[in-house]
């Protein structure tokens, strides 16, 4: 049996996702191979090749990879994906984007967001925003998965795979990149932060996110929000936490004027300790929260910022 | 310019789901049954076209058992044209239902299939892209804005780290983000007229697709649940309680 994980990166630098996925591949068992697909992306590959559990790193680098368009990737993915028993992505936007084409090319079903592995061909996900928790197996030849990074432990690092290029180029003449706008933020990226602190509608508007920064920075964490706050246009969508934004676990939480809807529980329950900031003392927010603080929020975090 | 929109029938969003007591799968008896907020999003922007004369036509398509014509009704009250349901009883998994939706996009031949992203049940996201591959059409995924020029669309992806804008020639696939736009009402005078509207009923079997899954449930559990903790009084004891139990700062 043989695993292929396809690397998550931003041609810049490996996500440390991927180690987590090869945790994930790990417990399915076999060979585990990395495809490294991107452009300019020499050093991902040696990045992947010191994943321990990793045999081969391949290396497809070509430009028609270097903003990960589904057209490609899926026809690359497919061709050198065919022999495998498994084929592993994250359940990032880049994962969820070409996955689904893979699977449907290959005429198999996907198994979407997987947080555990029973058996090679068990699993488990997450289903109703993570209200039920569903054990699936599949009897496809190849499974076709995402996982859910942030529901393994990262492997380590002390391995020096082989890395071999492919030389498959991929184009698709029906699309193509225009630009993109990437948020640039100096602080931990938010799905790998030990410590995450997160505003909601509570916050009223985008430069009150300025009190949550004062604590971000001295705890080194990540800034979230609830959708409401990113609706609203206090804060840009890649900051959304929940059932169709990130998908969080950090050793902390603290939510700030957040009421705690499921569609944000969803993507924050899992975190080891939760924090409530939030002046409604009946926000359903408290009832997933280990410390709750019933208060104004503009009065709190100035003093929180002081404290810590 | 012809727009077809597949809708999903799922739990409204606003009912707390449970796990039934054998574990066989969430209990949906007497549930409250609505349009996927996401596919209800697909079927805005598609009526938003149209109004905007970029768009002739609006279909939108349901595939399940009857009920399911209650969200095509509700779809057509919205705007849209006309309703077809694709008649089965079966529980299909995303690949089923992108094949029997292939087959629709090879008699109906739209310029345009928006999706939405995911459903708010199986929480899959893979139908719009399973279509895309299946036509070869190219895919535009968790769109949060569309601008059609042409043969053309251009889409802006709400992507991890931001903001990605890809072209795409038509036909293509879209499938829909919270943020692309936000579903009107139906009004009274529209939701009857959308009774007149006409809505066909297809039989699944008239499609030859293999419809049986390789996928099988064999549990469905209730989450672990979180220990309900303690309010705190203040900062001061809420910062000894991260420092000093939860050791967390
Ligand atoms: C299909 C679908 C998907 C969704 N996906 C997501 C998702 O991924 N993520 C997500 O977050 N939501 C998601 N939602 C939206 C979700 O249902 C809620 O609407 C949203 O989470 C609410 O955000 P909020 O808690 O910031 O706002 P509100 O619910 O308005 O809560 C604001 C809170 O702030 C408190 N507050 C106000 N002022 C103060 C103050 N001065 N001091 C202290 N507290 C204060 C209030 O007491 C209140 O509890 C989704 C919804 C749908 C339908």
Do not use: W
């Not at chain 1, 292929?4 to 399915?28: C, F, P, R, W």
């Not at chain 1, 604590?215 to 936490?241: H, Y």
């Not at chain 2, 549930?31 to 002739?56: D, S």
């Not at chain 2, 064999?218 to 420092?243: F, H, I, T, W, Y």
């Amino acid at each position: 049996m043989t695993v292929l994980v396809y690397a998550e990166h931003d041609n810049n630098a490996l996500k440390g996702d991927t180690a987590k996925l090869i945790s994930a591949a790990t417990q399915m068992g076999g060979d585990i191979h990395v495809l490294v697909a991107g452009s300019d992306c020499a050093g991902i590959a040696e990045a992947a090749a010191k994943i321990d559990g990793v045999a081969k790193v391949v290396v497809a680098d070509n430009e028609a990879y270097g903003h990960q368009l589904a057209e490609n990737i899926a026809e690359l993915v497919v061709e050198l994906g065919k022999d495998y028993d498994h084929i592993v992505a994250s359940a990032s936007t880049t994962g969820k984007n070409f996955m689904p084409r893979v699977a449907a090319l290959l005429d198999v079903a996907q198994i979407s967001d997987i947080i555990g592995v029973e058996s090679p061909d068990t699993f488990v996900r997450p289903i109703y925003a993570g209200n039920a928790i569903a054990t699936v197996q599949s009897e496809d030849t190849i499974k076709v998965i995402t996982v859910r990074a942030a529901s393994f432990d990262a492997v380590g690092q002390d391995n020096s795979a082989p890395v071999e290029a492919s030389d498959a180029v991929k184009t698709s003449e029906k699309s193509s990149f225009v630009d993109e706008q990437l948020t640039e933020s100096e602080r931990p990226e938010l799905s790998a932060a030990d410590i995450v602190i997160s505003g909601g509608r509570g916050m009223q508007n985008g430069e009150n996110f300025s009190l949550l920064e004062g604590i971000a920075d001295k705890l080194a964490a990540a800034i979230g929000a609830s959708r409401a706050a990113v609706d609203a246009g206090f804060v840009p969508n890649d900051m959304q936490v929940g059932q169709t934004g990130k998908i969080v676990a950090p050793q902390l939480y603290i939510a700030v004027g957040i009421s705690g809807a499921i569609q944000h529980l969803a993507g924050m329950k899992d975190s080891k300790v939760i924090v409530a900031i939030n002046k409604d003392e009946e926000a359903p927010i408290f009832q997933v929260a280990d410390y709750g603080l019933v208060g104004d929020l503009f009065d709190i975090l100035p003093e929180l910022e002081k404290s810590i | 310019m012809k727009i077809l929109v597949p809708v999903k029938r799922a739990i409204d969003y606003n009912v707390k789901v449970r796990v039934k007591a054998d574990y066989s799968g969430v209990d949906l008896a007497n549930a409250k049954m609505a349009i996927n907020p996401f596919c209800e999003i697909a079927v805005e922007e598609a009526v938003k076209l149209k109004e905007q004369g970029v768009a002739t036509e609006v279909v939108v398509v349901s595939i399940g058992d009857k009920s399911c014509q209650e969200q095509i009704r509700t779809a057509l009250a919205l705007g849209a044209d006309r309703g077809i349901q694709i008649d089965t009883d079966e529980k299909l998994d995303s690949l089923q239902i992108a094949k029997l939706l292939s087959k629709l996009v090879e008699k109906e031949s739209p310029d345009l299939v928006i999706l939405g992203k995911q459903s708010i049940d199986s929480d899959n996201n893979q139908t719009g892209q399973m279509l895309a591959a299946l036509t070869g059409m190219p895919q535009g995924t968790f769109a949060s804005k569309v601008d059609i020029d042409d043969n053309k669309v251009k889409v802006t992806r709400e992507i991890d780290g931001g903001l990605q804008t890809v072209q795409l020639d038509l036909p293509a696939v879209i499938t829909t983000d919270l943020r692309l736009n936000e579903p009107r009402y139906a009004s009274l005078p529209n939701i009857m007229k959308a009774k007149r509207k006409p809505l066909d009923v297809m039989p699944a079997a008239d499609f030859g697709v293999d419809l049986s899954s390789k996928v099988k449930v064999l549990k469905v559990n209730p989450p672990a649940q979180r220990e309900g903790g303690v309010k705190v009084d203040s900062v001061a004891e809420l910062v000894d309680k991260l420092k000093n139990e939860a050791k967390v700062i």
